[in-house]
C-alpha cells in the first residue's frame, strides 16, 4: 500500500511517499533529512505529538503558565491529557523548563513549564 | 520600540556591536511580544537548532537581556510620538517621558486584519474574533471564546487556533478559505485540522454572519476562480464563535509621525533594502517591517538591524 504524507517535524513540511504493508514501513521517500523518515515510521505505527497548552496559576504574576509535555505523547492520548491538565492549579513561581507535574497519567512524559513565572 | 523578538534581537546585537546606551521600550508588562501568546511550538529550529514553543523562545532572550548591563528595559511604555529630530514621547505608569535618541529602531509587529477589512455582511453579535486576540484569550487569560467555532482563513494563526480549540473541547465546525490553498504552513494544516478532522473549506467565503446578541450561524458560499458567488452551493453552519484570520498589517504609525514614507497597500516603510526607512538614524525591522513567516528570520534580520544603527552611529 502506498500512501502520502507531509512531515510535521519542521517547517518545511515535505511530502512524503510511504510503501506500508499495513503497520510495517517498506520504504519512505521524499524527506529533505533523516527526520522524516523516523517520523514516516512512527507516524504509521503510532502517531505521537506534543502537547502544549496552558495551566491556571494562583498568586501568581500571570493568569496561565504556558506548559508541554517532555516528549511527544500517543495522538489518542491528547484528549485524556488535556482533561488532566486542566485539574492542575500551579501556586508557587517556577523557572521556565521546571517540571510541573512528574510522569504524567503514566505516560513516561513530563509537564514542564515553558517560562519563568513570579509571585504577583 | 517594542520587546518582542524584534527589539529583543536588535538591542542585544547593538550593545554586542558596541552601543553604549540601549533604552528598550515596551508597552506590554512582559518582554516577549505575540512569542508570549504562541504557545505552540514550532520556533527556534533554525536559530537554536531545536524546537521550541514561543514562551521558551522568548525566554532565551529575555535571560540575555537580563545579564546585558547596558540595556535598559522600561516596560510598560508606550511611545506616543516620534519625531524626525528623533525625540520620543512615551507613557509609562505615572509619567510622560521625554528622550532623544540618536538611532532609532522601530520593533512594533503587526495587528490583525479585522472582520470589517474583508467585508462580510450580517448583523454584529458578540462572538466575533480576530483569531490572535482569541489566542490571548484562550492562552494567557483562560477564557474559551465559545462554544462552536468557525473559522476564516487558513493562515497559520487560524490553523493553530483551530487546533487550540478543539484541545479545549470547542467543536471547531470548519475553516473556511477563499483562496485555491492555505497561506499557513503545510505542517499546520496536518497537525492542527486533519488530527482533529476539522473540515477545511477552500474557494469558500461566508457570505453572512447571524444572530441577534450572539452569533447563532454562519452562512457559507463556494466561490469560483473569480470569487464570484456559486449559485445554490450555500449552506448554513450553526455556531456561536466566529474567529477571523485574514492577516496582519504592519504597525509603523510612529514611522509615519516622524514624517517617513510608507507603502499604502502593505503599511510597510517605503526603503532602500531591509531595516530601513527614509528617515536617516531611524529603523524598523521585524514585522514592521515586512510580514515573516518564521521568528527565526526575524531574529536574524533584526539583530542586523542592531548592528546596522551601530554602524550609523560610529560614522555620525
Ligand atoms: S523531512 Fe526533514 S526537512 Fe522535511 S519536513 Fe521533515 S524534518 Fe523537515
Request: hydrophobic share 40%.
Amino acid at each position: 500500500m502506498k500512501r502520502v504524507m507531509t512531515c510535521i517535524e519542521c517547517p518545511q513540511g515535505c511530502r512524503l511517499e510511504i510503501e506500508a504493508d499495513g503497520r510495517r514501513v517498506l520504504s519512505v521517500a521524499g524527506q529533505k533529512c533523516k527526520r522524516g523518515d523516523k517520523y514516516a515510521r512512527q507516524e504509521i505505527e503510532a502517531p505521537m505529538r506534543t502537547l502544549t497548552t496552558s495551566v491556571l496559576t494562583g498568586g501568581l504574576e500571570l493568569k496561565m503558565l504556558p506548559v508541554r509535555t517532555s516528549k511527544p505523547i500517543p495522538k489518542e492520548k491528547l484528549f485524556e491529557t488535556m482533561a488532566a491538565v486542566k485539574r492542575i492549579v500551579v501556586s508557587s513561581p517556577v523557572k521556565a523548563g521546571a517540571v510541573v507535574a512528574t510522569d504524567f497519567l503514566g505516560l513516561g512524559v513530563d509537564l514542564v513549564a515553558c517560562r519563568s513565572i513570579d509571585k504577583k | 520600540m517594542g520587546g518582542g523578538p524584534a527589539g529583543m534581537a536588535a538591542a542585544l546585537a547593538a550593545r554586542a556591536a558596541g552601543v553604549q546606551d540601549i533604552l528598550l521600550l515596551e508597552r506590554d508588562q512582559h518582554l516577549g511580544g505575540i512569542l508570549n501568546q504562541c504557545i505552540h511550538p514550532g520556533f527556534g529550529l533554525h536559530h537554536f537548532k531545536e524546537e521550541l514553543t514561543g514562551p521558551e523562545y522568548a525566554d532565551r532572550f529575555v535571560r540575555l537581556l537580563k545579564e546585558e548591563q547596558g540595556i535598559e528595559v522600561s516596560l510598560r511604555s508606550f511611545v506616543v510620538k516620534l519625531t524626525p529630530g528623533r525625540e520620543i514621547s512615551y507613557f509609562r505608569p505615572g509619567a510622560l517621558e521625554e528622550v532623544r535618541a540618536r538611532a532609532v529602531i522601530l520593533a512594533t509587529g503587526c495587528r490583525e486584519r479585522t472582520r470589517e477589512m474583508i467585508q462580510i455582511p450580517g448583523s454584529r453579535p458578540a462572538g466575533i474574533y480576530p483569531a490572535g486576540l482569541a489566542q490571548k484569550m484562550v492562552n494567557m487569560e483562560g477564557w474559551i471564546p465559545g462554544r462552536e467555532a468557525v473559522i476564516v482563513g487558513s493562515g497559520d494563526i487560524g490553523l493553530i487556533m483551530a487546533r487550540r480549540m478543539a484541545l479545549e473541547g470547542v467543536k471547531v465546525k470548519g475553516v473556511v478559505e477563499i483562496q485555491k490553498t492555505s497561506r499557513g504552513l503545510v505542517r499546520n494544516v496536518v497537525q492542527c485540522l486533519e488530527d482533529f478532522g476539522i473540515p477545511l473549506y477552500f474557494r469558500h467565503r461566508i457570505s453572512r454572519i447571524h444572530g441577534a446578541d450572539r452569533v447563532e450561524k454562519v452562512d457559507v458560499v463556494r466561490v469560483d476562480d473569480n470569487l464570484k458567488d456559486i449559485p445554490g452551493s450555500g449552506f448554513e453552519v450553526p455556531c456561536d464563535t466566529v474567529l477571523v484570520s485574514v492577516g496582519l498589517i504592519p504597525e509603523n504609525e510612529l514611522l509615519e509621525m516622524a514624517g517617513g514614507e510608507i507603502d499604502r497597500a502593505a503599511n510597510t516603510p517605503v526603503a532602500a533594502g531591509v531595516n530601513l526607512t527614509s528617515v536617516p538614524g531611524v529603523f524598523a525591522c521585524g514585522n514592521a517591517c515586512k510580514v515573516y513567516d518564521l521568528v527565526d528570520w526575524v531574529t536574524r534580520d533584526s539583530a542586523l538591524a542592531g548592528r546596522m544603527a551601530a554602524e550609523y552611529l560610529e560614522k555620525k
